[in-house]
C-alpha cells in the first residue's frame, strides 16, 4: 500500500511540480477563454478548474491526466446559462457528476474497447488543429512584436532542451513562460497579456448550493443538458486517458476515471465552478513537461488557485504570445504525423475513418459527433470485412441424389444473403445435408436466411438434414427459427 502510494504520488516530485507549475500557467487563459464562451464570469472556470484538478488528482483512474473546464463542455452551456442564468449551470454541473458516477459504477468505461485505433487517431489529430486554430485570434490583425515573441517563444521551446545540464532540469515551456514575461514587463510593448483576457478573482471560491426550486421543472430544465454534458465528458475523458496510456506505456483505470470525473465535476458545481473533463492539450503539456503522477495533476490545480488569487498582478502581465507558443508546441505534438506517411500502407478503411473523424470535428467543434461517426463507420466497415468471410463449399454423394454443405464463417445480416447464395436449389435432390460446424449463426437475418434455404429446399422436393449447430447458435435457432415448426411454409409465407 505504502510502495503503491509512493509510486503514483511521490516517484517525480521535482519534474511533476515544475509541470504541474506550466500547466497551471497555461489553464489560466484558457478557463477565462471557456467562461466567456458559456457566458459566464471568468472567476467560474477558475474556480472550476482548480476544483475538478485537485479533485480527480485524488479521485481519477489516470495518474499525470489534467482535468478542467474544456471548450467541448462550454459550448453545450451557452443555451442553458441565456435562458436560465447561472445557478441553473450549477444545478446541471452537479447533476452531471451524479450522472458521471453512475456511469462509472455501471464500468461504462469498457465503452472505449469500441474504439479502433483509428478513430483515436483522428480523434488527436483534430483536436490538434482545433488547438492550433484556437490561437489564430492572438495572432489575426496584431502587431510585428506578437510575431517576434511568439517566434522567441518557439525557439526557446525547442532549443532550451539542448542546453547542457538545467535543458534537462527544467520543462522548457516554463522558461519560455518566464522569459517572454521579463521581456515584455521589461519594454512594456503594446501586446495582450492575460490580465487581457478577464478579471481575475481575488478571493478563495467559498461552498454554495446553486440557488434554484428543488422541483421535478428544474430537474427536466437541467436533465437534457446534463446528459450531453455527461457523455461529451466522459468521452473527452475516455480518449485523454487512452492518449496518456499511449505517451507513458502505463495503464489506466477507466471506469475510476468516470467516478473520477463525477466526484470532480460535484465539487466544482459545489464551489461556484462549471463542469469540466480530461484536457488533452494540458495533459500532453504536463506529460511532455515531465509530469508523470497525481502530484502533477495536483500540483496544476493548488498552483492555479493561487497564482489567480494571491499572484494576479503578476500572473496578468504574463504575455499571450508566451502562452500561443506553449500551444502551438502543444498542437504540433499532439498531431499523429506518422499517421500522414502511414496512409500508403495503412487500409483504405482505416484512412477513411481517420479523415472522417478529422473534418466531422474540425467542422464541428465537436469532438464527441467526431468520435460516434468514426466509431459507426469502423463498425460498418469491420462489419462488411466480417461478412465476407463466408465459405459455402459442397461435395455430391454416391448416388448423385444427395449433397451436403459445408458452411464456414459468420452468418448474420452482411453475409446473409451470401450464404443463400451459396446453394443451389435447382439441382435435382432427394436429400440435402447441411453442416454447420464451423460456422456461427448471430442474429435472426441469419437464422432467417437458414429458414429460406431449408424451406426452398423442401419445395423442390428435398429432404433437409441441418447438423453441427454449436450451443449458442442452436439456442437462437431453436427460438426465433421457423423451419423446423409446424406449418412452417404458412409461418415463413406471412414474414
Same mark, same amino acid.
Given at each position: 500500500?505504502?510502495?503503491?502510494?509512493?509510486?503514483? $504520488?511521490?516517484?517525480?516530485?521535482?519534474?511533476?511540480?515544475?509541470?504541474?507549475?506550466?500547466?497551471?500557467?497555461?489553464?489560466?487563459?484558457?478557463?477565462?477563454?471557456?467562461?466567456?464562451?458559456?457566458?459566464?464570469?471568468?472567476?467560474?472556470?477558475?474556480?472550476?478548474?482548480?476544483?475538478?484538478?485537485?479533485?480527480?488528482?485524488?479521485?481519477?483512474?489516470?495518474?499525470?491526466?489534467?482535468?478542467?473546464?474544456?471548450?467541448?463542455?462550454?459550448?453545450?452551456?451557452?443555451?442553458?446559462?441565456?435562458?436560465?442564468?447561472?445557478?441553473?449551470?450549477?444545478?446541471?454541473?452537479?447533476?452531471?457528476?451524479?450522472?458521471?458516477?453512475?456511469?462509472?459504477?455501471?464500468?461504462?468505461?469498457?465503452?472505449?474497447?469500441?474504439?479502433?485505433?483509428?478513430?483515436?487517431?483522428?480523434?488527436?489529430?483534430?483536436?490538434?488543429?482545433?488547438?492550433?486554430?484556437?490561437?489564430?485570434?492572438?495572432?489575426?490583425?496584431?502587431?510585428?512584436?506578437?510575431?517576434?515573441?511568439?517566434?522567441?517563444?518557439?525557439?526557446?521551446?525547442?532549443?532550451?532542451?539542448?542546453?547542457?545540464?538545467?535543458?534537462?532540469?527544467?520543462?522548457?515551456?516554463?522558461?519560455?513562460?518566464?522569459?517572454?514575461?521579463?521581456?515584455?514587463?521589461?519594454?512594456?510593448?503594446?501586446?495582450?497579456?492575460?490580465? @487581457?483576457?478577464?478579471?481575475?478573482?481575488?478571493?478563495?471560491?467559498?461552498?454554495?448550493?446553486?440557488?434554484?426550486?428543488?422541483?421535478?421543472?428544474?430537474?427536466?430544465?437541467?436533465?437534457?443538458?446534463?446528459?450531453?454534458?455527461?457523455?461529451?465528458?466522459?468521452?473527452?475523458?475516455?480518449?485523454?486517458?487512452?492518449?496518456?496510456?499511449?505517451?507513458?506505456?502505463?495503464?489506466?483505470?477507466?471506469?475510476?476515471?468516470?467516478?473520477?470525473?463525477?466526484?470532480?465535476?460535484?465539487?466544482?458545481?459545489?464551489?461556484?465552478?462549471?463542469?469540466?473533463?480530461?484536457?488533452?492539450?494540458?495533459?500532453?503539456?504536463?506529460?511532455?513537461?515531465?509530469?508523470?503522477?497525481?502530484?502533477?495533476?495536483?500540483?496544476?490545480?493548488?498552483?492555479?488557485?493561487?497564482?489567480?488569487?494571491?499572484?494576479?498582478?503578476?500572473?496578468?502581465?504574463?504575455?499571450?504570445?508566451?502562452?500561443?507558443?506553449?500551444?502551438?508546441?502543444?498542437?504540433?505534438?499532439?498531431?499523429? $504525423?506518422?499517421?500522414?506517411?502511414?496512409?500508403?500502407?495503412?487500409?483504405?478503411?482505416?484512412?477513411?475513418?481517420?479523415?472522417?473523424?478529422?473534418?466531422?470535428?474540425?467542422?464541428?467543434?465537436?469532438?464527441?459527433?467526431?468520435?460516434?461517426?468514426?466509431?459507426?463507420?469502423?463498425?460498418?466497415?469491420?462489419?462488411?470485412?466480417?461478412?465476407?468471410?463466408?465459405?459455402?463449399?459442397?461435395?455430391?454423394?454416391?448416388?448423385?441424389?444427395?449433397?451436403?454443405?459445408?458452411?464456414?464463417?459468420?452468418?448474420?445480416?452482411?453475409?446473409?444473403?451470401?450464404?443463400?447464395?451459396?446453394? @443451389?436449389?435447382?439441382?435435382?435432390?432427394?436429400?440435402?445435408?447441411? @453442416?454447420?460446424?464451423?460456422?456461427?449463426?448471430?442474429?435472426?437475418?441469419?437464422?432467417?436466411?437458414?429458414?429460406?434455404?431449408?424451406?426452398?429446399?423442401?419445395?423442390?422436393?428435398?429432404?433437409?438434414?441441418?447438423?453441427?449447430?454449436?450451443?449458442?447458435?442452436?439456442?437462437?435457432?431453436?427460438?426465433?427459427?421457423?423451419?423446423?415448426?409446424?406449418?412452417?411454409?404458412?409461418?415463413?409465407?406471412?414474414?
Amino acid at each position: 500500500m505504502i510502495q503503491s502510494i509512493r509510486q503514483t $504520488w511521490f516517484s517525480n516530485i521535482r519534474a511533476d511540480v515544475l509541470a504541474g507549475t506550466v500547466v497551471a500557467l497555461a489553464l489560466i487563459p484558457e478557463a477565462i477563454a471557456f467562461s466567456i464562451i458559456a457566458g459566464v464570469d471568468p472567476k467560474v472556470g477558475l474556480y472550476a478548474s482548480f476544483c475538478i484538478c485537485v479533485v480527480i488528482a485524488f479521485a481519477g483512474g489516470r495518474p499525470g491526466m489534467i482535468s478542467a473546464a474544456t471548450g467541448a463542455m462550454a459550448l453545450l452551456m451557452t443555451t442553458l446559462v441565456a435562458e436560465h442564468g447561472l445557478q441553473y449551470l450549477l444545478a446541471a454541473t452537479l447533476l452531471t457528476g451524479v450522472l458521471q458516477i453512475v456511469a462509472g459504477v455501471l464500468k461504462l468505461g469498457e465503452l472505449m474497447r469500441f474504439v479502433s485505433r483509428s478513430v483515436v487517431t483522428g480523434f488527436v489529430n483534430a483536436l490538434a488543429i482545433l488547438i492550433f486554430m484556437a490561437q489564430l485570434p492572438e495572432l489575426t490583425g496584431v502587431t510585428w512584436h506578437v510575431y517576434a515573441m511568439t517566434a522567441a517563444g518557439l525557439g526557446i521551446i525547442y532549443l532550451f532542451p539542448y542546453v547542457p545540464v538545467v535543458g534537462r532540469m527544467l520543462p522548457s515551456p516554463l522558461i519560455c513562460i518566464l522569459v517572454l514575461t521579463g521581456v515584455y514587463m521589461a519594454s512594456d510593448m503594446g501586446i495582450n497579456t492575460v490580465g @487581457d483576457m478577464g478579471e481575475l478573482p481575488d478571493t478563495l471560491p467559498v461552498f454554495l448550493w446553486p440557488d434554484v426550486p428543488l422541483t421535478l421543472e428544474t430537474f427536466w430544465i437541467i436533465l437534457p443538458y446534463s446528459i450531453m454534458l455527461t457523455v461529451v465528458g466522459l468521452m473527452e475523458s475516455m480518449m485523454t486517458a487512452t492518449i496518456v496510456d499511449d505517451l507513458t506505456d502505463t495503464p489506466s483505470d477507466k471506469n475510476r476515471e468516470c467516478r473520477g470525473q463525477g466526484i470532480a465535476n460535484i465539487g466544482a458545481g459545489l464551489l461556484g465552478g462549471m463542469a469540466g473533463c480530461g484536457m488533452i492539450g494540458q495533459s500532453v503539456i504536463n506529460i511532455k513537461s515531465g509530469g508523470r503522477t497525481r502530484f502533477s495533476t495536483l500540483t496544476a490545480g493548488v498552483v492555479l488557485l493561487v497564482m489567480v488569487v494571491f499572484l494576479s498582478d503578476w500572473v496578468s502581465l504574463i504575455p499571450m504570445a508566451a502562452l500561443v507558443a506553449v500551444m502551438i508546441m502543444v498542437s504540433v505534438g499532439t498531431f499523429s $504525423w506518422e499517421s500522414l506517411r502511414d496512409m500508403r500502407n495503412h487500409p483504405m478503411s482505416t484512412n477513411v475513418v481517420m479523415v472522417t473523424v478529422v473534418a466531422v470535428v474540425v467542422a464541428t467543434h465537436n469532438l464527441a459527433i467526431g468520435v460516434f461517426v468514426g466509431v459507426l463507420l469502423s463498425s460498418l466497415f469491420f462489419a462488411n470485412k466480417v461478412g465476407r468471410l463466408l465459405y459455402i463449399g459442397s461435395r455430391e454423394t454416391d448416388d448423385g441424389r444427395s449433397r451436403e454443405y459445408e458452411v464456414v464463417g459468420q452468418v448474420f445480416f452482411t453475409s446473409a444473403e451470401k450464404f443463400v447464395a451459396g446453394f @443451389d436449389f435447382k439441382e435435382a435432390l432427394d436429400h440435402v445435408r447441411i @453442416d454447420l460446424r464451423r460456422a456461427h449463426f448471430w442474429d435472426i437475418t441469419a437464422v432467417g436466411a437458414l429458414d429460406k434455404v431449408v424451406l426452398k429446399f423442401r419445395r423442390e422436393g428435398a429432404e433437409v438434414e441441418v447438423v453441427g449447430l454449436n450451443e449458442a447458435s442452436a439456442t437462437l435457432v431453436d427460438r426465433i427459427a421457423v423451419h423446423d415448426k409446424p406449418d412452417a411454409e404458412k409461418l415463413l409465407g406471412g414474414h
